[in-house]
């Protein structure tokens, strides 16, 4: 069964920083194009960073210089480092199996004082 799990959102001040984690399970990650997405309050689906089955990376100018994606093949996980965090940062994020639309059941960030 493919199945993405996300872990490490929470609540942080403005300025702080988040490692999130999306342990994948039932597919090979680093095989496969993987993307972080997020779902603010009120509003659709953003993508914010993908990296490819080379390896390669892409950040959405939103989270530019701020974010970095990245993956350990030998633990089949994905990461997203979120820095500089930003009140308007908050939101769901999901990461997504590309060629599936498959993703997890999320994890919460909120940017706060």
């Known amino acids: 069964e493919v199945r993405l799990v996300e872990s490490g959102g929470g609540l942080v001040q403005p300025g702080g920083a988040l490692r999130l984690s999306c342990a994948a399970s039932?597919?090979?990650?680093?095989?496969?194009?993987m993307s972080w997405v997020r779902q603010a309050p009120g509003k659709g689906l953003e993508r914010v960073s993908v990296?490819?089955?080379?390896?390669?990376?892409w950040l959405s100018d939103s989270v530019k210089g701020r974010f970095i994606i990245s993956r350990d093949n030998a633990k089949n996980t994905l990461y997203l480092q979120m820095n500089s965090l930003k009140p308007e940062d908050t939101a769901v994020y999901y990461c997504?199996?590309?060629?599936?639309?498959?993703r997890g059941q999320g994890t919460q960030v909120t940017v706060s004082s």
């Open positions: 990296i490819n089955r080379a390896g390669s990376t």
């Open positions: 997504v199996l590309i060629e599936t639309s498959l």
């Open positions: 039932g597919f090979n990650l680093s095989a496969s194009a």
